[in-house]
């Protein structure tokens, strides 16, 4: 199976900063790679695609990059309810694999 | 509007075999373009990919829950089902079903998930 690390596991931050998460696959997935965000007691929710893609109506504050191996999410002046877990997951092979998460907190 | 729906037991016992079902809406299994995923998250941890099944029935598994899992659709009905044996209090979390499609490969509408404890 593919292994994705996520760094750092978690990362305080202030309401107009940005901020960079970085995920890194143990094998090359192209450019198969998502990014998710997850509130406390809410389903996940698919904010980038294909590394770079916005998912349609997210805000463009939120950007992705990377091929290969190494990933970026970038969340460029962070507002108040982007406080939440993120999670990288490839789907370039099955099983998909998920990172182990970023928490982002104030 | 597309959804998904997860149902099952809420409390099993250890050994016991869980059977968890996804009804969708708003879109149909039969849709090439489509599939659905099983993911499953225990408490304060990380998110697990347990399963996928596809428009032509091709399926995956997660490599180290591989013989505990199996995953089948019924068009028909707009439901997809998944059963785990011999479960074990590890097993406590919450479940989701999430659509899958080609033209994002990612997972684009989740359900709002299951929770399963699992305790004699």
């Known amino acids: 199976d593919v292994q994705m690390t996520q760094s750092p596991s978690s990362l305080s931050a202030s309401v107009g900063d940005s901020v960079t998460i970085t995920c890194r696959a143990s094998q090359s997935i192209s450019r198969y790679l998502n990014w998710y965000q997850q509130k406390p007691g809410k389903a996940p929710k698919l904010l980038i695609y294909?590394?770079?893609s916005l998912q349609s109506g997210v805000p463009s504050r939120f950007s992705g990059s990377g091929s290969g191996t190494d990933f970026t999410l970038t969340i460029s002046s962070l507002q108040p309810e982007d406080f939440a877990t993120y999670y990288c997951?490839?789907?370039?092979?099955?099983?998909?694999?998920f990172g182990q998460g970023t928490k982002l907190e104030i | 509007q597309v959804t998904l729906k997860e149902s099952g037991p809420v409390l099993v016992k250890p050994t016991e075999t869980l059977t968890l079902t996804c009804t969708v809406s708003?879109?149909?299994?039969?849709?090439?373009?489509?599939?659905v995923s099983w993911i499953r998250q225990p408490p304060g941890k990380a998110l697990e990919c347990l399963a996928q099944?596809?428009?032509?029935?091709?399926?995956s598994y997660s490599t180290s829950l591989n013989s505990r899992l199996s995953i089948s659709k019924d068009t028909s009905k707009s439901q997809v089902v998944l059963t785990m044996t011999n479960m074990d209090p590890v097993d406590t979390g919450t479940y989701y079903c999430a659509r899958f499609t080609i033209l994002s490969y990612g997972l684009d509408v989740w359900g709002q998930g299951t929770t399963v404890t699992v305790s004699s």
């Open positions: 997951q490839q789907s370039y092979s099955s099983p998909n694999t």
């Open positions: 099944i596809f428009s032509n029935d091709e399926k």
């Open positions: 294909a590394a770079s």
């Open positions: 708003g879109f149909s299994l039969s849709n090439v373009r489509m599939g």
